[in-house]
Structures are given as structure tokens and as C-alpha cells.
């Protein structure tokens, strides 16, 4: 068990990581509220820092939204990126705001696969949390808010199917659905 003293998911791999020693290229952490992740999409985005190494503190995935449900609701988490890959912000709120006209895609959907470099997972268990991780609620802002860099590794969606991730009290209904349709 990690201590209590953990904020965040991440601080709990970094706490581990700690205590087994070793020595790593890159550590994953796979969000708990993504118990079906598929792995297809774990080797997909490993394979793709592999191809294209640039320098990151981090990775992740995300695919393309096109409708207005999923870019305005909260529990989807929204990430902006610069024109070559870089996460600039996540939020939970319909970021980018369209004041103009509506961009296809609208944004981008974050999905809770984290790749760190070991000693950027390091840094960021040593760092306070920061006034934007705060008022959102997402860890990732931490490194952002001290200038570290995110890499985001764009997917279709379909990759991440079944897409079931546990934020709300429907989801639960959806992934126990799931888990009774699987297991016959």
C-alpha cells in the first residue's frame, strides 16, 4: 500500500516506483477510473514514442471530439495543444472557447494513460501542487504549471474502446453492463 500522504494517482507510481528502486525507460500509469483500458492503445502510444522520441517529461493519448455533448460536459476532460503535439492546457470545462466559429474537431478528449520519463515522475511527486491542478482537479497541470512538457499522442477513437470510464454514477452502471456482457 502507498502512504496516505498521496494526493494524486500519480503520486502513489511515484511513491512505488520509489520503493522497488530499478532502473526505467518510461513508467506508465493507467488512471483508476480506466479499468478497461484497451491495450492495444497502451502498445500503440509506446510505439509511437519509440518511432518519434522527441524530447517530453510526458506523454499521453487523446482523440479528436466533433459533437457539443461530449466537448461541454465536465467529466470529459479537454486538452489544447500547440501545433506540434504539446499539451498547452487540460481542463474540464469546453476549452477551446469558440467564440468565432466552431473548429473541426472542437478539441481533443484526454484519456487517462500517463507515460513518464523516471525523472519527471520524480519531479513532479516533489512539487506542490499547483493553483490550476487545484481549482480543476487534474494532476497533469502540476507539470505544466512548472514548464514541463506534455507530449500528446493523438489517436482514433476507436482505440480506446470499450471507452468506459468510471467519473459518474452512470458509469458504473455502464461498466458493470460491460463486465456482465463479457463475462458469458
Known amino acids: 500500500m502507498t502512504s496516505s500522504a498521496c494526493r494524486t494517482g500519480t503520486d502513489r507510481v511515484a511513491e512505488t516506483c520509489k520503493l522497488l528502486g530499478g532502473n ?49 460536459k465536465p467529466n470529459i476532460v479537454k486538452v489544447v495543444l500547440t501545433s506540434d503535439d504539446y499539451a498547452m492546457y487540460f481542463s474540464r470545462s469546453p476549452v477551446p472557447f469558440l467564440r468565432l466559429k466552431k473548429p473541426s474537431p472542437l478539441s481533443f478528449k484526454h484519456i487517462g494513460l500517463y507515460i513518464y520519463k523516471p525523472e519527471a515522475l520524480l519531479t513532479f511527486s516533489q512539487m506542490e ?13 502540476r507539470l505544466l504549471e512548472k514548464g514541463l512538457k506534455i507530449r500528446v499522442i493523438k489517436v482514433d477513437e476507436a482505440l480506446c474502446q470499450p471507452g468506459i470510464e468510471i467519473d459518474t454514477p452512470e458509469d458504473v452502471t455502464k461498466a458493470l453492463q460491460f463486465i456482465r456482457q463479457t463475462s458469458l
Not at 32 to 59: H, T, V
Open 129 to 141: 501542487s499547483g493553483f490550476y491542478e487545484q481549482i480543476e482537479g487534474l494532476e497533469q497541470l
Open 24 to 72: 526505467y525507460d518510461l513508467i506508465l500509469n493507467i488512471q483508476g477510473d480506466m479499468p478497461f483500458i484497451n491495450p492495444d492503445l497502451i502498445s500503440y502510444c509506446l510505439d509511437q514514442l519509440e518511432k518519434d522520441p522527441r524530447n517530453f517529461d510526458m506523454a499521453t493519448p487523446a482523440y479528436p471530439i466533433f459533437d457539443e455533448d461530449s466537448f461541454n
